[in-house]
């Protein structure tokens, strides 16, 4: 604790235990749908605010303090310190007699009974988000979608100041003709050269590793742990670590990836899955299922909810690409000059 009140990054990495320990509460508690989310979450996360700390002023150590500032800085953590005993303990405490006493009757039976012959999966977790409750789930991607157009659009025009794009010190130590994307970004092509080699080939190894998982996870979602949801974090933290070893430039050379494009894709997609079944005369969003018998692969069973889930994988791609994306192009926009010299007239010119 000592080492993150002056350090951002052991705060980042304390924070970062916090949800940890939470995942591995789910795993005890038999919510393995719950901690796989929490666990790609928090790594998304922790990318985010990474990308975040970048841009925060240095801590300055050679102020000379105010009179009285002393004291009240002292006062002030003594204040938060009890703050956090009281919330700590309350919580703790309330935790501790939802655990000690019998379970009540609660709704959970209604899905138990009702998720495989009525929505089609047996990962209960799953069927409620795509089936049960699919519209709030509907209203939840809308939000994801409108979150990343607002911070695409906050930091579309904005420039980091001056003082806070020093180049760390390892891309001060290069050499001058290695070039980078936050030393010439008109000229780097690939920014995984010198000391980031080595990783750069590992991550590019890993990206095909990766986009199999997120087709793996995708399609036992609605039977087992997985889903839209974590598939389409997955492969969303496999192309960031494409731009974090090589650069905006080079990815976006190598990748057409438009995260734009595919938020509007799985908006759209998950939006006309739930306005097929009025076509039938059926509610909003109500699932059906299907067996088929393919020649090779055989007997397979498809749930209309799986094209629900395919719009809410698109939708988690593209908004969580364009958030990262959005912070990470300020290493290279920061460079560039903030506006261009407006031509003007010549006198003689009519």
Same mark, same amino acid.
Request: overall charge positive.
């Given at each position: ?18 949800? /940890? ?15 796989? $989310? ?31 500032? #002393? ?30 006493? *019998? ?56 420039? +980091? ?11 001060? /130590? ?10 010439? *970004? ?15 080939? /590992?991550?590019?190894?890993?990206? *095909? ?7 793996? /996870? ?68 109500? $699932? ?6 393919? +020649? ?45 010299? #407006? ?8």
């Amino acid at each position: 604790a000592w080492q993150a009140k002056y350090h951002r990054l052991a705060a980042l990495t304390m924070v970062s235990v916090c949800g /940890l320990m939470t995942c591995i509460t789910f795993v005890w508690f038999s919510a393995p749908d719950l901690a796989l $989310t929490q666990l790609v979450v928090e790594v998304v996360t922790t990318v985010l605010i990474l990308l975040g700390l970048r841009w925060l002023p240095r801590r300055i150590e050679d102020i000379s303090p105010l009179p009285g500032s #002393k004291e009240r800085a002292v006062a002030r953590r003594l204040r938060d310190l009890l703050l956090a005993v009281l919330v700590g303990g309350g919580m703790a405490l309330l935790s501790y007699a939802m655990l000690t006493r *019998p379970t009540p009757n609660v709704i959970s039976s209604f899905y138990l009974s009702r998720a495989l012959p009525e929505g089609g999966g047996t990962n209960v977790v799953n069927v409620m988000l795509v089936d049960f409750r699919g519209f709030d789930t509907l209203g939840e991607i809308t939000v994801l979608v409108a979150v990343a157009l607002s911070v695409f659009a906050l930091l579309r025009r904005f420039r +980091p100041p001056k003082e806070s794009i020093q180049l760390p010190a390892q891309q001060r /130590l290069l050499a001058p003709d290695v070039v980078t994307d936050l030393v010439n *970004p008109r000229q780097a092509a690939d920014t995984a050269l010198g000391f980031m080699m080595v990783p750069a080939a /590992l991550v590019r190894l890993l990206l *095909p590793i990766a986009l199999v998982i997120s087709m793996y /996870l995708f399609m036992r979602g609605h039977n087992q742990p997985g889903g839209g949801f974590v598939a389409g974090l997955v492969m969303s933290v496999a192309f960031i670590l494409q731009y974090m070893v090589a650069g905006t430039q080079w990815v976006e050379a190598q990748m057409s990836l438009r995260p734009l494009r595919w938020m509007g894709t799985g908006l759209l997609f998950a939006t006309l899955t739930g306005a097929g079944a009025m076509l039938f005369g059926y509610p909003f969003l109500t $699932t059906h299922t299907a067996h088929l018998h393919l +020649p090779v692969l055989g007997d397979i069973h498809v749930a209309s909810a799986l094209f629900f889930d395919t719009g809410i994988f698109t939708v988690v791609v593209g908004s969580t690409l364009l958030i990262l994306t959005a912070l990470a192009h300020q290493s290279v926009r920061s460079h560039r000059p903030s506006s261009q010299p #407006k031509p003007t007239a010549s006198p003689g010119a009519a």
